[in-house]
Each structure stands twice: as structure tokens, then as C-alpha cells.
């Protein structure tokens, strides 16, 4: 990209990477330099967390906010009640009101850590599409919105096309989706003077498509700016790991966990994720991202610190940091240590020390934990384990438990 930005969003956008297209640059880039622009992502509500995968968007609303525009988080309440198919292979499950309300309440938690809410003009505000979408008139919306799109033109949506070129069925409900989503962008820029939404480039053709319909509607000037989809460059989806989804939620990936996946991150992805999940300068960014050999594994700890105090906060930052020094270095195991997810329910009462190395594939059998417990084979973070009758609380997993059964046999537990 050749354009040379005035404003700082723009700039920061631009040099860090999180730009894939723009509907017009030049016009948005005045808009940022004329004053204060709101601007907005939407996050549909299927999960009672976001994962990894949404932080480049959350990322963005964060340098939004910093170089003072205004962020709005739309929650999806009413659009989850469709089910975006775009790039899908299936329909998603349909949620009840009551679920997506749940999860709504879940995926508060994760953005307060990087936008400021209040009511000032640069405050960030969430709000709910259902507020505007429940209560449509069906015939209303079709003569006063649906007038305005062409089928053939939302037939030619990659998103659309690559569905329907596997002949793979693609409902009225779904097919509805991309018509409420610019909607939403109308209804935006009518109740906030929302000037930009952003999302991943899978939602390019939904978002030009509410740039249109508020041009036609109300002939006000709005713009759409895409991030890049991130694969890591090994070819994985971003968000995953091998355990499962990376959630930002504290109670269902610890931060611990958090902390691993960043430093578990592939040599060729460390320049590139620190200039998209951290705030260190471009230039070390840069030249983090050049070393080599040994070296580049201190770039790692910098990228997991940094990203894991964004979300969690220095101080777990440090303690995991500490926690896996203490597991790896000190107990001379892989990035492949297997963790045990415990839940504070199954800690109310206690857990024995026999069932905690049942659960976590060291013993095959309570029988067996106790005879290594008596044996002096057991370990709980390297020191030996010598009573079979010891529980742990709730308390107790503040932080990870390294388990060792012998001298070679690892497994970390943690809470949540």
C-alpha cells in the first residue's frame, strides 16, 4: 500500500499491518484529521467468550480509541438469531434468547481490559443490535430496506459463491444475514454518527454492502476498512490450539495457558503478532522479529508478556513467565507438557492428591498413584509427595501444579 496517511489511525493501521482493503482511504483519512470518528466491529454471540481469533479486531478498536476516535462494540444479539454463513461450510446452530443473552454477559468481560467505556466523546459504548432488529416490521423493512439489494449482486459475494459452488445448502434465514449487517451500519451511523466499521476481510462484501445502503438511504458518507485473516505460518487458524480454542475469558484459558500459546509461537509469526498484539514500536517489533537461533525465544517471552499484561495484567504475566521457567527450564520438559483443566466445582470439597494424578494420565488407577505416592515416585512442582491423603482447593491452583510421576513423566493442572 502506497498511500502516505495524515491521521495517526491510519498510520498505525498501515504500519502495523492490520489492513487488508479500505473503501476509500483518502476521504476516511480527512474524516480522522476533521475530529472525532466512531467507528465500529460487530461480534455475534455463539460462544460464552471470544477466542485469539477476534483479538485483531479488538486490537483495533484499542488504537481507535488511542488515537481519538471513538469505539463502538456491537453486540450481536439480534444477528446471532441468523447465523453469519459467510465462508461456512454449514449452518450454524440456531441459539435460544436466553443463551445469547448468556453469552453476551461472557463476551463483556473480554474487551474492558482494552477499551475505555464511558461518556465522554472518545469512550468507547457497547450496544446491542436487538435493540433495533426484534422489532423490525417484515413488510416494512422489505419495501423501505430490501428494495435496495440486487440478488444477483449477493449471489457474486465470494462468501455466498463458495457456498453454493460446493452445492452446499444455504438458507433464506442465512442469506438474510448480509442485509441486516448493513442494517446495522444504517441504523449506526442514524443513532452515533458511526462514520467506519471494520471486521476481518471475510466480511468485505457485508460491509460494502452497508456502505452502500447508507449512502442510498440516508446519502451520508460512510467508509468499510478490512484486516487481513490470520493464519499462522504454518498454516493453522489463528485462535487454536492444540488443546482447543485460545478463549480470552480467564475462567475457560487460563492465563497461564494464555501466556503459552504466545510463546509457543511459530519463529516466522513473531514480528508480525507483536506489531498486531503488542504496542511495542515498529521498529523493535522489527528487530525482535530478525533475530535468530537462541535468540529468538526471548522475542517469544517479550510477545507473551506483552500480549498476556494487554489482556490478564503484568502481574499474571509474571507469574506465568515464572511458572514456566520453573516447569520447563527447571523440570527439562517440551512445549508439549500436557495440561489438566480442573474446575472449582470439582474443588468445593477437595481433590486428593491420588485422584489429581488419576485425572491427569500419570497413574492409571488410584491404586497405582498411591503405590508411586509410597514409593517416593510422585512429585508436586519437583518436590516429592509423601502423605496419599493430601487435597487441594480451589486456593491451592492459584497458580499451575507441576505433577511428575518418575524422573520423565510431566503433566501441569490448572484451574478453570
Known amino acids: 500500500m502506497t498511500y502516505?496517511?495524515?491521521s495517526d489511525f491510519l498510520r498505525v493501521m498501515l504500519e502495523r499491518g492490520f489492513v487488508a482493503d479500505c473503501t476509500d482511504y483518502q476521504a476516511l483519512d480527512e474524516a480522522f484529521v476533521k475530529g472525532v470518528v466512531p467507528g465500529y466491529i460487530g461480534f455475534d454471540a455463539t460462544a460464552k467468550s471470544l477466542h485469539v481469533g477476534s483479538l485483531i479486531q479488538i486490537m483495533m478498536l484499542r488504537w481507535l480509541q488511542k488515537c481519538g476516535g471513538k469505539p463502538i462494540v456491537l453486540?450481536?444479539?439480534g444477528t446471532t438469531k441468523v447465523g453469519d454463513p459467510s465462508f461456512r461450510a454449514d449452518e450454524r446452530p440456531l441459539l435460544t434468547n436466553a443463551q445469547i443473552d448468556d453469552n453476551i454477559a461472557g463476551i463483556k468481560r473480554a474487551f474492558s481490559p482494552y477499551v475505555r467505556f464511558g461518556d465522554g466523546p472518545?469512550?468507547?459504548i457497547m450496544v446491542n443490535n436487538a435493540e433495533w432488529l426484534d422489532g423490525l416490521n417484515y413488510l416494512e423493512f422489505?419495501?423501505?430496506?430490501g428494495r435496495h439489494f440486487s440478488v444477483n449482486r449477493m449471489l457474486s459475494f465470494e462468501s455466498v459463491?463458495?457456498?453454493l459452488d460446493r452445492e452446499q445448502s444455504l438458507s433464506f434465514l442465512e442469506f438474510n444475514y448480509m442485509i441486516l449487517?448493513?442494517?446495522d451500519f444504517l441504523e449506526l451511523n442514524r443513532r452515533y454518527g458511526c462514520l467506519i466499521q471494520m471486521g476481518g476481510s471475510d466480511q468485505w462484501g457485508n460491509i460494502v454492502n452497508g456502505v452502500d445502503l447508507t449512502r442510498r438511504v440516508i446519502d451520508h458518507e460512510v467508509f468499510g476498512l478490512t484486516s487481513p485473516l490470520l493464519t499462522t505460518s504454518d498454516g493453522r487458524k489463528m485462535g487454536k490450539s492444540q488443546s482447543g480454542a485460545v478463549w480470552?475469558?480467564?475462567d475457560m484459558f487460563s492465563a497461564y495457558e494464555f501466556w503459552q500459546f504466545w510463546r509457543n509461537t511459530t519463529d516466522a509469526d513473531v514480528g508480525r503478532f507483536l506489531k498486531l498484539y503488542t504496542e511495542l514500536p515498529v521498529a523493535e517489533c522489527d528487530r525482535l522479529g530478525a533475530l535468530q537461533g537462541a535468540e529468538i525465544n526471548g522475542a517469544k517471552i517479550v510477545l507473551a508478556n506483552a500480549v498476556t499484561t494487554l489482556l490478564h495484567g503484568a502481574e499474571a504475566a509474571a507469574a506465568a513467565e515464572a511458572t514456566a521457567r520453573e516447569v520447563f527450564e527447571k523440570g527439562g520438559v517440551g512445549d508439549d507438557l500436557p495440561t489438566v483443566h480442573i474446575g472449582a466445582a470439582d474443588l468445593a470439597e477437595g481433590l486428593g492428591i491420588v485422584q489429581l494424578f488419576v485425572k491427569a494420565?500419570?497413574?492409571p488407577s488410584g491404586k497405582e498413584a498411591k503405590r508411586l505416592i509410597s514409593e517416593g515416585g510422585a512429585k508436586v512442582n519437583d518436590e516429592i509427595v509423601t502423605d496419599a491423603g493430601l487435597r487441594y482447593g480451589a486456593d491451592d491452583l492459584g497458580q499451575p501444579l507441576k505433577l511428575t510421576a518418575g524422573k520423565k513423566r510431566h503433566a501441569l493442572v490448572v484451574l478453570g
Open 161 to 163: 459463491k463458495s457456498r
Open 142 to 145: 422489505l419495501r423501505v430496506i
Open 122 to 124: 472518545n469512550d468507547a
Open 361 to 363: 494420565g500419570l497413574a
Open 75 to 77: 453486540m450481536g444479539g
Open 248 to 250: 480470552l475469558n480467564g
Open 4 to 6: 502516505h496517511p495524515k
Open 181 to 183: 449487517q448493513a442494517y
